[in-house]
């Protein structure tokens, strides 16, 4: 039996996203934007999707003069990649045999 | 990266599994860069600090005025860090990374706490004993130096090094025979101005050794690690 794909993490860049910040305690959004060679308006946006999930939190502030903008899993967030993966898993049983 | 909602079981795989392997390698860069600036910043001071207490024992002074520089050393360690993140300063830090960063900084401030210490119970009592004895008397440095060893064993477990674990306790064994062994022999066979310099420029020595091991080494194999 197929367990259902979370929708908002079944996505090329959203997942990238949230697999770069499990690892991770924070990151900033030009190091994200570096790692998935995204373009800044596309993960802007993709990084708003998952906030407004509640599975990242995004704080604005500021480095010295400069924005800085950065992005942390939230619990909700963790829960919801570990639920992935383990779906993943059965397709990937299943598949195999 | 596009936005693709269609995604096979094993390309959703790869991506986690690529994107986690390059904030890996990228994390381990920056924490290895850290140790490594760390490592180097400590055996330079410690050869300044020799030197110095070289020169100091030649030119007739029996007072270890180069142990001074110690208390710069976070300052610089410091200075040197900031200034070689300056081009990676995006980089987060991980688990291990911080955890190492915290042990490290534990290390220091227990070290400095005896060294202050140290400093002050030595200058009490240098009022009543000559500069010789009181070095001999209230060294703080195999203290120091055995904290040290302990930070590299616990470095390595957290690291999985297994070599940095065994070199802290094999380190420290060693450490306290050679110390023995050759304050033995010094105030057996040598005059008290070879018993003050070794007194002076040991630690120095030991601390070169344990910053290359514990601190450059690791760092260096991080920062290239692949």
Known sequence: MFQPLDPL????????????????????????????????????????????????????????????TICRITDKGRQAFETYVEALKSYLSVSKS | ???????????????????????????????GWSLFVA???????????????????????????GHLLWALLPVVIWCFIRNAHKE????????????????WWTFAVFAFGIYVFGSIVSGMVSMFYSPIEVGVMFSISPIIILLMMMTISITGHVLKKHWMVWFGITGSLLFVIISIVAGFLLSRFCTPQTVALWSYVAPCLYIFICAFVGLTLPGWLLKKQK
């Open chain 2, 88 to 103: 990676n300063e995006h980089v987060p830090v991980n688990f291990v990374g911080t955890l190492v960063n915290k042990i």
């Open chain 1, 9 to 68: 993490l079944h996505a090329e860049l959203r997942l990238a996203v949230m697999s770069l910040l499990i690892s991770a305690d924070e990151a900033e959004f030009p190091y994200i934007k570096e790692q998935t060679g995204a373009t800044a308006g596309n993960l802007s946006v993709q990084v708003d999707k998952l906030s407004t999930a509640g599975y990242i939190e995004v704080e604005k502030t500021f480095k010295g003069k400069r924005p800085c």
């Open chain 2, 39 to 65: 490592g180097f910043c400590t055996m330079g001071i410690s050869v300044v600090i020799a030197i110095i207490n070289i020169v100091a024992v030649n030119a007739g002074i029996f007072l270890p005025f």
């Open chain 2, 1 to 31: 990266m596009e936005e693709n909602s269609n995604l096979t079981a094993e390309r959703s795989l790869e991506i986690i599994t690529e994107q986690i392997e390059r904030s890996r390698q990228a994390v381990s860069k920056y924490t």
